[in-house]
């Protein structure tokens, strides 16, 4: 790849403070932790800090969260190389981009360990609350043989708070109240945590979150109509220590939002709007056991639910045929995850099996059309009974994916040597009435392969390491890729597996006492380089792809690679935390992925005073300029337009008034920078930021 300048210059900077670190260790280490301490099983299954992984791990904690008062999870992504949000500003607009990756397909979301996700066309893929959350765990690159298939761009674990985060010692039960208002929206918003341990050996934790808003302006001064949300959270999750190794958990979390919005919420352009209800649910259940006395278990067993609801009825204009009555979208995943780890003398072997059936329901109920006009295609008179049946636009079918892996980790002397394998088998069935219409064809299809991966980290001293990672992964091809019918033309039901390679080299240091004797400084730099092989992609033009010839087939590749640093500083009353990214890529024809992020570079640093009682801080995030390609919608014709750079101020606050009462305040955009996201469709030129927001809260606890 190129380096631009200002990685090097970045590179460069780094050295000096590499140098000036005392490689003596501290017992005093500074009281604010940095997000490169956190403690992550994402990328090993193995507890380990963000730095003892060696590889592109990053943990969002809670208090990160609430320090800037976020309330969509897809804010909090700025302190990640190469890690962003696609799509528009509204909350049910968005999608995780990690490296370039932004379909739902490549990036795996689960919460509590349980498998999230869901696809449709014009809208995001996660609208789960972030005041739930206690950490968000972002693996970057390829992690199929841990994670499965569908994480060839990354991993994001969303892990669900739970009374222990609440209860202090010797307390048996208490309440936490959050009150907040956004100015630019006039947003409302509350939240209600009760948590309790009636006995030594049951948690318990009930919770409750609400939003109500208005219109959100843009940074170009303009309404975002239709933007405006209402809606609610609800979390239960208790925990019984059936023994002190012993402990079975249960969780309900269930977000709702229902409102008139566009139907187009990722991309600018207005398509008209709809009566939208959305609702995400995540229910499981699961069990550990950790005896202390033998080194051959340390088993956790999950078995849980997630579902993924959006009904639209009531649509204007356009839309009004298209969604007909009401149209009906579903994702239904159940989630079985066994694994346990045994050390063997130096070896710590981590072995499991994870079992996965995602339902897709596509479905609408309308009025049969009797009569069309070709030349404004509507409908000029509909039949008296309605009639309800399946999408060819969102089919339907289910697809269940078994997998099975072991992982070996060892030491030899200063290197750590971490190597895996995966088996997953893939078995993907349409709906009896596609089944029925297609019935001379087999179209119940299996996949299956195999995924290795190698990590080796050399401790060369103390305090600096280095670090190399391959992985392999891959992913079946979706119910949608299989099943398509656009245009009338034929499935493709002989689709073979996509392939992704991702191979990482950097270094990590951390040492304290650098600068005083409660002081610590972190950094990692790496750089990554991923291959993509019998890409999956649409064709629908007439000239290059023939009708009735199936719209998807395994035609491309692409190469991306990038370098990615992170340099963070802190002790007992400052922390700084600077992270830099820049990636490019290009296909098998050599032209280049204008559909990858920007270069970004971001500084986040904050002050605590008056014996750690207020704390102020700001975040600046630039992000540079790109070129995308642009479809001019007149002439019919794409050209190539530069997504202008920006550079955004937020500043934040908070006041710890007493032990029990705490109010923040937040302001994001500060100087009302006019700037556009990048559009979830193609990666494009989005819509306008949001413009400036004035965030305030009180929480007091009881």
């Not at 050295?15 to 994402?42: C, E, G, I, R, Y």
């Not at 999870?73 to 607009?93: C, E, H, Q, T, Y």
Request: aromatic content about 10%; proline content about 3%.
């Amino acid at each position: 790849m190129r380096l631009s300048k200002i990685s090097l210059c970045l590179a460069t900077l780094s050295l000096p403070l590499l140098a000036q670190a005392n490689p003596q260790s501290a017992d005093n280490k500074s009281v604010m932790a940095t997000s490169l301490d956190a403690v992550t099983v994402t990328a090993t299954r193995t507890k380990k800090t963000v730095l003892q992984s060696a590889q592109a791990v990053n943990v969002v904690s809670s208090e990160q969260i609430e320090k800037q008062l976020e309330s969509n999870l897809f804010n909090v992504l700025d302190m990640i190389p190469n890690v962003s949000a696609n799509g528009g500003p509204r909350n049910s607009g968005q999608k995780f981009n990690i490296r370039g990756f932004s379909d739902a397909e490549d990036v795996l979301v689960t919460v509590d360990g349980m498998v999230q996700t869901f696809e449709k066309y014009r809208m995001g893929s996660l609208f789960t609350d972030p005041e739930l959350y206690r950490t968000v765990s972002i693996k970057r690159g390829t992690s199929t043989v841990l994670h499965g298939g569908g994480a060839l761009g990354g991993v994001v674990q969303l892990e669900l708070k739970d009374a222990a985060d609440f209860l202090r010692d010797g307390e048996t039960a208490g309440a936490k109240v959050k009150l907040g208002f956004d100015s630019n929206n006039d947003q409302q918003n509350g939240s209600v945590f009760a948590f309790a341990r009636p006995i030594e050996e049951l948690d318990l934790l009930a919770a409750v979150v609400k939003r109500d808003s208005d219109d959100f302006e843009l940074s170009n001064g303009e309404m975002l109509d239709n933007s405006g949300i209402e809606n609610s959270s609800l979390l239960l999750k208790a925990e019984y220590f059936l023994t002190d190794d012993s402990l079975l958990g249960a969780t309900f979390n269930t977000t709702q939002d229902d409102q008139r919005t566009e139907f187009n919420t990722t991309d600018p352009g207005a398509w008209g709007t709809v009566y939208r209800e959305v609702e995400q649910t995540v229910a499981n259940l699961s069990y550990e056991l950790t005896p202390s006395d033998n080194q051959y278990i340390d088993l956790t067993l999950k078995l849980g639910f997630t579902s993924s609801q959006v009904t639209e009825s009531d649509g204007v204009g356009m839309l009004k045929d298209f969604i007909g009555i009401k149209s009906n979208y579903e994702y239904n995943i159940t989630t079985f995850d066994a694994m346990n780890t045994s050390k063997l003398g130096e070896h710590t072997v981590t072995y499991g099996v994870q079992y996965t059936d995602k339902e897709r329901v596509g479905e609408k109920t309308a009025l049969p059309c009797e009569r069309v006009n070709y030349e404004t295609y509507a409908c000029e008179q509909y039949g008296t009974v309605a009639v309800t049946g399946e999408m060819t636009s969102q089919p339907g079918g289910d697809q269940a994916r078994t997998g099975l892996y072991i992982q070996d980790e060892f030491k030899l002397q200063g290197l750590t040597i971490i190597a895996g394998v995966r088996y997953e088998h893939y078995e993907t069935t349409p709906t009896a009435e596609f089944a029925s219409q297609f019935s001379a064809l087999n179209s119940k299809v299996t996949h299956s392969d195999w995924a290795p991966s190698i990590s080796l980290n050399y401790q060369i001293s103390p305090e600096f390491a280095v670090f190399a990672n391959r992985q392999s992964g891959f992913r079946a091809p979706l119910l949608d890729e299989l099943y398509d019918q656009y245009g009338g033309r034929q499935p493709a039901l002989d689709l073979d597996i996509e392939y992704s390679d991702n191979s990482e080299i950097g270094f990590v240091y951390s040492a304290d006492n650098v600068l005083s004797d409660t002081d610590s400084l972190n950094v990692r730099m790496m750089y990554f380089a991923i291959n993509v092989d019998d890409e999956i992609t649409s064709l629908t033009s007439e000239s290059q792809n023939p009708m009735p010839n199936a719209r998807y087939a395994n035609r491309a590749s692409n190469d991306r690679d990038g370098v990615e640093l992170e340099l963070e500083y802190a002790n007992q009353h400052m922390y700084s935390n600077l992270t830099y990214s820049t990636i490019d890529g290009e296909d098998n024809t050599g032209k280049e992925l204008w559909y990858l992020p920007a270069d970004k570079l971001s500084l986040d640093a904050g002050i605590s005073l008056l014996g750690n009682t207020v704390m102020v801080g700001a975040k600046v995030v630039h992000t540079s300029d790109r070129e995308v390609e642009s479809y001019n919608r007149r002439t019919r014709e794409y050209s190539l337009q530069d997504h202008q750079s920006h550079t955004l101020w937020d500043i934040y606050a908070s006041w710890d008034v007493t032990t029990d009462v705490n109010l923040r305040l937040a302001i994001d955009n500060v100087f009302e920078k006019e700037y556009t996201v990048i559009a979830g469709t193609g990666g494009g030129i989005g819509d306008y930021g949001v413009g400036r927001n004035i965030k305030t809260q009180v929480s007091w606890r009881f």
